[in-house]
């Protein structure tokens, strides 16, 4: 923003432990996947002298996208914070997945930052999804940058770039969007493209040139300042008019110049305060240079112009018992509350956990209240329990540097807590305080899985439980009614890291089914039958002949027995048997192996032996009766109906709805809502939607997103019945 002369005090191998919150910026890197934000990041590490030219750390590791996972997927999947040190400031940068899946790692990114760096690619522009987290980050007043990767390709156009960027994140006031920097153009290439060899400053009105691959600076030429100088009086009419100087706007217009110290102050003040949203441009270090282009102009802002973890608001707190309490804005001697933003297990160290400080000062080897309330719909169980913390580490690629504390606003890596999850609060063990979690998505992508062998049933159990544990965005389902074990997923990539984990990290082999809904059967008709259970082969008999009739109720009225036996043609003792033989029956199907429901059986009639009857015998004949009554009815099979809720961009909404019909869908109306979206309300049967969050996401192209709640049974076509029992057949 100016034309300063930089330090870096974050050399290669040392870990930094902040000593006051000023002296600390929490970033996160948002964008979509292949928009450059993990290069990014190693970019900054470089210019900042966190790593070496290569981009590596000593042992040649990356410092973000570390994991063999990632490598072999090719792709971020997890939240990585990576720490450099710039100007005396320690900068916490976390990089985030840009895929769909991984929303629950950028949404504990989100959680983690105080400002937000949203990187574009100006090949590939801003695509929905984008748009949408940078709705979030407004909707809580997060500060925000944007960085235009990419300036390499061919027909790459900085302009052009940012007046899109201005036109999508701007809103009703999209000169708030505003370049910092203009790029420059070194000689065209034999393809006619210009490579972007330098930047120009609209402040400083300085040229700054890393073609030597060094930051220089020197005076821009005549053929630039026309450019420059139509740029800069747009930029500061932006700076201005966001003034907390009332008086400035009037005083500019009346042909006052305000000097560039004024203008980078309000500038800084107006970033912070997250109501201008800078643009700036940046490259990779070439092969060899020890600076990319643009990495020490971002630097510059993010220390200068993202504020401090003091300038964000003190998080909400309670008592474990729901009590509220009032902490002071991020103190380092204020009572501990600190958040685990991210869980991983390591097979030398055990389970690391990322934590952000809110307040008080976090010490190596200390005894913290662990507490963790309101996501037992994801299968954790409210906990609240004491823990000896092990060592406090900055992570750095895959090392983990010794620190010996934490203060409020920083962020760092807890070893050994056994029981703490993601999304827990530590505080202090004498004040047990509780952060509400974050909102995560629900996961509605079911995938069926079975252990593969004796030794994996053995470790299925316990690599489930710390899966979940380390990702919140994950649900573990044991279905009473299919009798299967389900892990809930965002999407296909995120099942295939799920099912990669349990492999590779704790040595867990599964194999994935089919998934089955719950189905039921009901009676279509009233009918009759007769259980005759009558043996007679040596020793104690069997005898009890019981009859009944069934007949069907409305849905949600369960299995109701009457008993209308008169005479005491069944003894009174018997009649309990009678209808536990019926209900176990019920339970088991009469059909096609799914539970009974919604009908009245009533016991009529039966006769008894003064010996031979048992409650066993009596069991056994009502079952019998029951399916007796079944062949000779006509059974419907019932299906779950989900009640669905689909948020989507106007775009896409007949598209939508077309897709929802074609899933036996019935379509209960429409709701506008802001932001050019609409919701759409209707009930689609299970079986339908069981791929539905990865078949809405492409039909979207991944700006839409739904919930799903169950809504009742209801009879199943005959067609799509008779399809469901042959393919049973087949199968058995």
């Not at 220390?303 to 002071?328: D, I, K, S, Y």
């Not at 309330?373 to 906990?383: L, N, P």
């Not at 069997?542 to 069934?550: D, G, L, P």
Request: charge should be negative; hydrophobic fraction near 40%; include cysteine.
């Amino acid at each position: 923003m100016g034309d300063k002369a930089h330090t870096h005090t974050g050399a290669a191998g040392r870990a930094t432990a902040a000593d006051h919150p000023t002296s600390v910026r929490n970033v996160v890197l948002v964008g979509h996947s292949g928009s450059g934000k993990t290069t990014l990041v190693e970019a900054l590490a470089l210019t900042a002298g966190a790593v070496n030219r290569a981009g590596r750390v000593e042992d040649g590791g990356c410092v973000s996208d570390y994991d063999d996972m990632e490598h072999r997927q090719r792709r971020s999947v997890q939240l990585s914070l990576v720490p450099v040190e710039w100007d005396g400031i320690k900068i916490n940068l976390l990089d985030t997945p840009g895929y769909a899946d991984f929303v629950g790692e950028l949404r504990a990114g989100l959680r983690a930052a105080d400002a937000a760096l949203f990187v574009v690619s100006a090949s590939d522009g801003v695509d929905g999804a984008t748009r949408m987290v940078w709705e979030e980050c407004a909707a809580v007043g997060m500060p925000r940058a944007i960085v235009i990767t990419h300036l390499e390709a061919a027909r790459a156009d900085f302009e052009e770039m940012t007046r899109i960027c201005a036109e999508a994140f701007g809103g009703d006031d999209p000169d708030a969007v505003l370049p910092l920097y203009l790029p420059l153009h070194g000689p065209p290439a034999p393809d006619g493209h210009a490579p972007v060899t330098g930047l120009v400053g609209l402040l400083s009105r300085k040229l700054f040139d890393y073609a030597s691959g060094e930051r220089v600076a020197s005076e821009p030429g005549e053929a630039e300042l026309p450019q420059l100088d139509e740029a800069r009086s747009l930029l500061i009419e932006g700076i201005i008019s966001e003034s907390e100087d009332e008086t400035l706007m009037e005083r500019y217009l009346g042909g006052e110049q305000v000097d560039v110290k004024t203008l980078v102050e309000d500038l800084e003040r107006a970033v912070a305060r997250g109501v201008f949203f800078p643009v700036l441009a940046a490259a990779p270090a070439a092969d060899g240079a020890r600076q990319g282009l643009g990495t020490v102009e971002l630097l510059e802002l993010i220390t200068r112009g993202f504020p401090t973890p003091l300038e964000r608001a003190a998080p909400r707190v309670t008592t474990p018992e729901g009590a509220g309490r009032e902490l002071r804005m991020c103190d380092p001697e204020e009572s501990l509350v600190a958040e685990v933003v991210k869980t991983s297990s390591d097979p030398y160290v055990g389970r690391i956990s990322m934590v952000r400080v809110f307040s008080g000062t976090l010490r190596a080897d200390q005894t913290v209240h662990v507490s963790g309330h309101g996501m037992t719909d994801r299968g954790h169980e409210d906990h609240d329990v004491d823990e000896r913390i092990g060592a406090l580490s900055t992570p750095f690629g895959k090392q983990q540097r010794p620190v010996p504390h934490v203060i409020a606003g920083d962020l760092a890596c807890v070893a050994k807590l056994t029981r703490a999850e993601t999304g827990d609060t530590l505080s202090a063990k004498d004040d047990p305080l509780l952060m509400a979690p974050w909102e995560m998505p629900d996961p509605l992508l079911p995938l069926a899985i079975e252990a593969h062998s004796k030794p994996d049933e053995d470790k299925l159990s316990q690599g489930l439980a710390r899966l979940v544990a380390e990702d919140p965005t994950m649900r573990l389902e044991h279905n009473q009614d299919t009798h299967q074990v389900v892990l809930w997923c965002l999407g296909e990539a995120h099942a295939d890291v799920a099912l990669e984990r349990l492999r590779s990290r704790y040595g867990v082999q599964v194999d994935v089914v089919p998934h089955r809904v719950a189905l039921r059967e009901t009676f279509g008709g009233r009918a009759a039958g007769r259980g005759r259970h009558v043996k007679q082969s040596g020793g104690h008999g069997q005898y009890a002949i019981c009859e009944i009739e069934v007949e069907p109720l409305p849905g949600g009225s369960g299995i109701e027995f009457v008993d209308k036996v008169v005479g005491g043609a069944v003894p009174r003792q018997f009649i309990p048997s009678v209808e536990k033989g019926v209900r176990a029956q019920a339970a088991k199907g009469v059909a096609a192996g799914h539970p009974l429901i919604d009908v009245r059986i009533t016991l009529l009639d039966g006769k008894a032996h003064s010996v031979d009857s048992s409650d066993a015998a009596f069991q056994t004949a009502g079952a019998l009766a029951l399916r007796e009554a079944a062949a000779a009815a006509r059974i419907h099979l019932l299906e779950p109906v989900a009640g669905v809720g689909v948020l989507v961009g106007d775009d896409y909404v007949g598209t939508v709805m077309s897709d929802l019909s074609g899933r036996r869908g019935k379509v209960l109306g429409t709701e506008q809502t802001s932001g050019g979206r609409t919701l759409i309300r209707a009930e689609v049967p299970e079986i339908e939607i069981g791929r539905y969050a990865v078949d809405l996401r492409s039909l979207s192209h991944g700006t839409a997103r739904f919930d799903r709640r169950y809504a009742r049974h209801e009879p199943m076509p005959a067609q799509v019945a008779d399809r469901l029992r042959e393919e049973v057949r087949v199968a058995s």
